[in-house]
């Protein structure tokens, strides 16, 4: 078989996720060769994604040297995977999950999010974080910090603010956990669909042979089935990475058990269901879930939150 043409975007993550995959392939004896592709996220630092839109900021670049064939595959963090692609792509791997959570991250030690003596500013560009954070947190003062894991906490040493709110995969693939001062609870930062996992991409036009390599060698069967419910819920939502919502399937015994929900911007309404059903029904719980989600109060969410970008 010719080499896997991988394709990522330039971040020192992305760049960690395309070598993992890279090593994936290898110890399977495939040979593959990275090629890095700047995405409009990536350029226009000083606007917030929520603003310039959520939908393909980090993937429209990416999926265009798909369609071309320029690349084989794409690899992304399946957080940023909007729940629909365009037609003709499709995500056909998922790695084993990293731990899933939420940590607090600083220079200073011993930071804690509950303690209301100390109000913190905490750095964050995700809407859930900030959701999350009024609705438990009120007396913590956030502030958007934006651009990838290097330049917030650099932005964090210059003062933008005491702390940092991030995925702890990201901080792990990065060697940041020496920073760490707060491993957050799920119970309040349940996190966003696909957290923790590294998805690949492909067109249409990929060879079966290359696509089947490629799913044997990275594939983690356990970590896809939490994703398809996780996913599922998004997709039945109809939202990207930019609305407050969270969903996260575990395995309890042979049963896989979603939570999900979403939360209002000002935190005052906070949604949640859990169910669990076995894993054929992945997809099947997740349309479940955010259909019950819309009904008791998510629809008018949602649409307080069009109107607000409206
Ligand atoms: N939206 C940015 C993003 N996308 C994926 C990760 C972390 C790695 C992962 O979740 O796999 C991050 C950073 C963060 O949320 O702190």
Redesign the pocket.
Known sequence: MEKIRIGTRGSK?ALW?AYYVQDRLQAQGIDSEIITIETKGDKVLDVSIAKIGSKGVFTEEIEEQLRQGQIDIAVH????MPSELPQGFSLIAFSER?K?H?VLVSTQKGLNLSDASRPLVVGT??TRRVAILKRFYPHIRTVEVRGN?QTRIRKMEEGACDAL???Y???H?MGYEAMIQQHLPLAHFT??A?????AIEVYENLSSEKRQAVRAAINHPATEQRLLAERAYLHTLEGG?SIPSFALAEWKGDLLQLRAGLVSLDGSQWIVKEESAPAEQAEALGHKLAQAVLAEGGKAILAEIKKGKA
């Open positions: 993550l996720q963090s399946a957080k940023d990293e899933e939420d560009s995700s894991l709110l991030l995925a995969a990201g901080v693939r996190p966003a696909g957290q923790g996992s590294v990475c």
